[in-house]
């Protein structure tokens, strides 16, 4: 069974700053990993996905992630925060024939101005 | 733009209640999936349906059953409701299964005095 971890609950960041929200997964085969994005009190917002390919793969706003199968990660970078990026970041994952969403517990970004 | 509807957006009851949630998505899609998120913003999946079939179904007690009339539309009903089950009750859909891009709504939050 696949699972995923994101060791960060909370990050603070400045606006114009950079960022790199962290993800990992464990899985032995073929998986599919994405990023979706929560603000307060909304509903959850595709970002980006990665099956194959191309391990950086480019989603909306400017967001970015990169899969690394040696490091068993996919973690979600922005070269430049904007205050309305500030939201909770859920990294999940699905594995082999097992057709379930595992969403990690989240990431709260905050982006002071 | 919102193309997942649900209502209501929040419900205020009793303990032993029956409760009735409403999801509709207008985006054609084959997919629809019911998810708890708990007040610790931690999700999951409970339900998903594929053409009005059931094809996922988590270990949630036998007071929660989804409801599907046609592909458009997946209701939740909760007979008895207990404190446990406040929380956010969030539904998506996708174009095919899982590892589809997933359109969220709004979510219904449920508060069980």
């Known amino acids: 069974t696949q699972t995923v971890s994101q060791s960060d609950a909370h990050v603070t960041v400045f606006e114009g700053d950079s960022v790199e929200l962290r993800c990992n997964y464990s899985y032995g085969g073929s998986i599919y990993l994405s990023w979706y994005i929560q603000h307060h009190g909304r509903g959850l917002q595709f970002l980006l996905k990665?099956?194959?390919?191309?391990?950086v793969v480019q989603g909306v706003n400017g967001f970015e992630a990169e899969f690394s199968k040696s490091d068993s990660s996919f973690h979600l970078r922005k070269a430049s925060v904007h205050w309305s990026d500030s939201a909770v970041y859920f990294c999940?994952?699905?594995?082999?024939?097992?057709?379930?969403?595992?969403f990690g517990k989240g990431t709260l970004l905050t982006v002071t101005p | 733009e919102t193309a997942v509807f649900q209502t209501p957006n929040y419900h205020v009851t009793q303990v032993g209640n029956e409760v009735s949630f409403n999801c509709k998505q207008t985006?054609?899609?084959?997919?629809m999936y019911w998810y708890k998120q708990d007040s610790k913003k931690l999700l999951k999946i409970m339900f998903s349906y594929n053409n009005k079939q059931l094809i996922v179904n988590e270990t949630v007690p036998r007071r929660f059953s989804p409801q599907s009339s046609d592909k458009a539309h997946l209701n939740l009903r909760i007979k008895s409701v207990e404190p446990e089950d406040s929380a956010v009750y969030l539904c998506?859909?996708?174009?095919?299964?899982?590892?589809?891009?997933?359109?969220f709504g709004p979510g219904t939050r449920l508060t069980v005095l």
């Open positions: 998506a859909s996708s174009l095919g299964g899982s590892s589809y891009e997933q359109y």
């Open positions: 985006l054609g899609h084959d997919t």
């Open positions: 999940a994952v699905i594995g082999g024939s097992n057709y379930k969403l595992t």
């Open positions: 990665y099956y194959s390919g191309n391990p």
